[in-house]
Structures are given as C-alpha cells and as structure tokens.
C-alpha cells in the first residue's frame, strides 16, 4: 500500500513528520480522504503552503480539502524532465540552457514573460511542444519568481519527503505487517524527536563564533538555532560582494539599486569537441530593495526573507547604509528561534 507522508520543517532546518497514511490507490476521493483525516488529527490547522509533483487527483484533492493554501509543484521533478521532453529538438543543449536561465534567473514575474516570449521566438519549434505549453499554464505553481513571494522554510521539491521515505527504510518493508507498522512507525518518530532534542541542547550549550563585529551578528547569535544562524551568517558575509549603485530618496519609500557579484556556472561547447564543458563566470546582478525607513520596513526583489524568512544580504546592504545597526523584530522570524519549544 502507497505510504503517504506529511513533512515539514522543524526550527533547525531538520525534516520533521507531521503524520502519514497508508492508501490503497491514488484516486482524488483517496487523497481528500487522506486530507481531511490528517486535517483533524492536525487540529483543523491547515497549511499555509504544500509541495506535491504533478500528480493531478492530488491538485484536485489539495483545491477541495485545502483551498487557501498556496500550492507548489516540484521544482526538481520538473526540471529533470528537460532531457526526455525536449533533447529531440535542433541545438537541444543551448535550448535547455535558456530554459534553465528563463527559469531560474528572472526575479520577476514581469521579466519571466518577456524572456519566455524571447525564447519561443529564438526557437520557434518550441511553440510545438505540449510539455512546455501545460508547464507555462500553470506557471504560477513551479516558477520561482511566481512562488517565492509565499513562505516555504526554504523548499523548492519534495526533496525531504523522499528523504523521509529513505529514512523509513531502515524501518520497514514490502513484507511488515500492519501491527508490526506501527510499532516500527514510533520508533521512527521516536528517534526524530530524540534527534531534535539533542539538537535543541546544542543550540544553548554551544555558540558558533561571530565572524563580523556588526552588532546584528551577536543578535542572531543570541536568537537564532546553530543552523539558521550560520544561514543569517552567510548572507552578513555575502554583504562584501554587494554595493549600492543607485537610490531614489525623493519618495516616502526609498528605492536602492543593489549590486551583487554572483560566480554562476556556464556551460559552453568546446570548439574542438562537441563536449559540454562548465566553468563558473562572475556576473554582476542588480536587486531593487525598498526601505520605509519609520517603519524600518524592507523588500528585496530576490525575496528571500519571504521564502526563507531570513533576511538577505541586500537587504542588510540597506539596512547597514542607513545606519541600522541591529534586526528589526519583525525579521527574526519566532519559528527560527532557539527558545521555541514544540
């Protein structure tokens, strides 16, 4: 019988189970079934935003059980589909770099549009291809610019959801019966939560040594677990690659042109051999943040404090600028703090 989990994301970034069924098809009625039935074990709280693949009786199933949620498809399982769909099609490997490029870099919806249409003129057979028309009809389900502006802990795939199902291997099997399942499913969720109590003794035994003398450091470092502080870190450190090339102040909401020095890969034909080699090439990429400095209110087009729920590097560029010294409350998100007891 298919073994559906519910996963999420504890505050130390860790896979964590919020419950799972066993179905015996993948009709719509079994998903809503199966929907509901975890709804009430939840309390009736809802998610805010679910990851599924492209399974179609389970968007039915999540549109009738869950109808304000926002709803995501697998960004990795749609990707890799790139070789099987599109690999017949004349100049395949440059094609699937734009795709990768329209995908991946637009920072808006605006821009996504522009490039796609860019993309089909430049190759037009693709225009041909079904795969890619179904994929731009539900666009705002699996672009990222479309998505990122919703709260998703950081996940873009079911990533951890097959992980889990990894996990569970070591637990059960096609031969385990149901009672012996049960026994097995709470040693497993046992162990999840001994894991996380241990790292929770981490996050207050140790300290991870501050690597700036910004004042902000020594505050995530007092708030944040061990594992969202080294994220808070990384973009404090990724500040020295940034630099404000622009600023409109005449407005109530100031606008800052962010610059940011991104290594990226590239990949490009080998004159000599029909090989594909990739190097990393350094670009210079733009960001626009908006600063309501009464409110001390920010937001990045790169929108990772909306999908991480920690803020970005350009956005401590601004905050830094104007003499910020320390995270407004409102960007230390209570579900990343150490105190959190669950």
């Known amino acids: 019988m298919p073994f559906a989990l519910f996963v999420g994301v504890n505050h130390h970034g860790q896979s964590t189970l919020f419950g799972c069924g066993l179905v015996s098809n993948e009709h719509t009625q079994t998903f809503v079934w199966l929907f509901r039935t975890w709804l009430d074990c939840m309390g009736g709280c809802a998610p805010r935003s679910i990851i599924t693949d492209q399974d179609c009786s389970m968007k039915s199933a999540v549109e009738i059980v869950f109808p304000d949620a926002k709803h995501r498809w697998c960004l990795w399982h749609i990707m890799k589909k790139i070789p099987e769909k599109l690999r017949s099609y004349n100049e395949y490997e440059k094609i699937k770099s734009k ?148 600023v409109q102040e005449d407005t109530p909401v100031k606008m800052y042109d962010v610059q940011e020095e991104v290594w990226i890969p590239k990949s490009t034909l080998d004159e000599t051999s029909p090989e594909i080699k990739t190097k990393k090439v350094m670009k210079k990429v733009t960001f626009k943040v908006s600063f309501q400095k009464d409110e001390c209110q920010l937001e990045c087009s790169c929108h990772r404090f909306e999908f991480r729920g920690i803020l970005c590097k350009h956005a401590i560029c601004v905050l830094l600028r104007n003499g910020i010294t320390l995270l407004p409350e409102r960007y230390i998100l209570r579900r990343w703090r150490k105190d959190v007891r669950r």
Request: some cysteine; proline content about 3%.
């Open 99 to 246: 795709l990768k490029s329209v995908v991946h870099d637009t920072q808006s919806p605006q821009e996504f549009e522009q490039d796609w249409s860019e993309m089909l003129e430049k190759y037009k057979n693709l225009k041909q291809s079904d795969w890619l028309s179904t994929l731009y009809a539900e666009k705002h389900r699996w672009v990222p610019c479309f998505v990122k502006t919703t709260f998703w802990a950081g996940m873009s795939t079911t990533q951890r959801s097959e992980s889990m199902n990894a996990f569970f291997d070591g637990y059960v099997h096609s031969k385990t019966s149901l009672k012996l399942f049960v026994q097995q499913y709470e040693n497993a969720l046992r162990y999840k939560m001994e894991k996380e109590i241990k790292t929770d003794a981490k996050s207050f035994s140790k300290t991870i040594p501050t690597t700036t003398p910004y004042e902000m450091e020594k505050q995530a470092q007092s708030v944040y677990t061990i594992a969202k502080f080294k994220e808070f870190q990384q973009e404090l450190i990724g500040k020295m690659f940034c630099e404000v090339i622009g």
